[in-house]
């Protein structure tokens, strides 16, 4: 049933970059580093070293477990702001007043999200929407190569892809399928590139090639062209 063994959060990244890098991730516990990735890891183990703090009236919270029963995703969030506001915002606990949740993704890099960022940005806005009551509306990206931030609104549109992002990560999840390898221009980014082997899946030979190939090397003593 939805909500008993939730899905991470984190895979709605990994599924808008490639389907079958999120299922190696998540089906099959693959894993490898490269700069991008150790890049990542450090910004994000960095901040969430870092304890909650009140600064210029806002309250900043860091490695926030977020959970969302509707898209059954489960997670935590770099830093959700709570800033004070008259009208629309929810009830703390040991806070005065009403605050208005702002989640914060930190990203290496300058300043260019990638569609992936955007869909779990979104994906933490509805968590806090589920979780707190109240309407989350925008958001920001953090990148710590220009120590800038982007803000993001979360249109009908970005908050409609992430519900079918969760829900096709949740088919995979399900069906425990591998989609097969691809090799779009970005493979290269990828530290699972090795581990995915993405042309090995173009261009198969026939079956009746294969046979004919096995059947020619078994005659002449051969070991069969893979």
């Known amino acids: 049933m939805p909500g008993d063994d939730p899905a ?29 990735t150790a890049q990542g890891g450090i910004i994000h183990q960095e901040v969430h070293t870092e304890s909650g703090r009140m600064k210029g009236g806002v309250l ?11 898209l059954d995703l489960v ?44 869909v779990q940005l979104c994906a933490q806005a509805l968590c806090l929407e589920e979780m707190l009551g109240v309407e989350v509306a925008e958001g920001a990206i953090y990148f710590g190569k220009s ?13 409609e892809r992430t519900a079918g992002a969760a829900a096709e990560f949740h088919r995979i999840l399900r069906e425990g399928v591998t989609p ?20 090995a899946g173009r261009n198969p030979k026939p079956v009746r090639d294969y046979l004919a190939s096995a059947l020619a090397a078994s005659l002449a003593g051969k070991d069969v062209d893979q």
């Open 147 to 159: 120590k800038r931030r982007l803000a993001v609104g979360f249109t009908p549109e970005l908050r």
């Open 60 to 70: 900043e919270t860091r490695g926030l477990w977020l959970r969302s029963r509707r």
């Open 75 to 118: 997670g935590r969030a770099d830093v959700v702001e709570f800033h004070p506001v008259e009208e629309g915002g929810c009830r703390l606990p040991g806070r005065k007043g009403l605050w208005r949740p702002f989640p914060v993704e930190y990203k290496k890099g300058s300043r260019r999200p990638e569609p992936g960022s955007l």
């Open 8 to 36: 991470p959060l984190s895979g709605l990244q990994h599924l808008v970059f490639c389907p079958r890098q999120a299922a190696l991730i998540h089906l099959e516990g693959a894993w490898s580093e490269n700069r991008h």
């Open 180 to 199: 097969p390898p691809r090799k779009p221009g970005k493979c290269n980014d990828c530290s699972l590139e090795d581990l995915c082997q993405p042309k």
